[in-house]
């Protein structure tokens, strides 16, 4: 994104940011800088954690039967032998590993 400033160029945007904000400003602004990104961080981890729980509680809706006909399409190893928790950790992860789903943490119960 950054690719065409060198650090010359860099070096005259920090000098113009210090000129425009004074040194007894520029801890506050790389604070609050800071502070945003954190923040961003916390919400973008919260909508993923969201999604993790709706494809969770939507598995585990689903009748036994057809988690492990799933897993089976899936290439899930010997579905028949496993509970639902494990069908559906198995599933979301083969999931995952295939493409047809992402960023969703699973964890055991």
Do not use: C, Y
């Not at 502070?35 to 919400?43: G, N, S, T, Y």
């Amino acid at each position: 994104m950054f690719e065409f400033l060198n650090g010359f160029e860099w070096a005259i945007i920090l000098l113009i940011i210090l000129l425009i904000f004074g040194p007894t400003k520029l801890p506050q602004l790389a604070r609050g800088l800071g502070q945003a990104i954190h923040e961003f961080r916390k919400a973008s981890q919260g909508l993923v954690e969201e999604n993790e729980k709706r494809t969770r509680s939507n598995l585990e809706n689903v009748d036994e039967d057809t988690l492990r006909r799933l897993a089976e399409k899936l290439g899930v190893e010997k579905p028949e032998e496993k509970k639902k928790d494990e069908l559906i950790s198995e599933i979301i992860a083969q999931a995952k590993k295939k493409g047809l789903i992402s960023d969703v943490k699973v964890e055991a119960n």
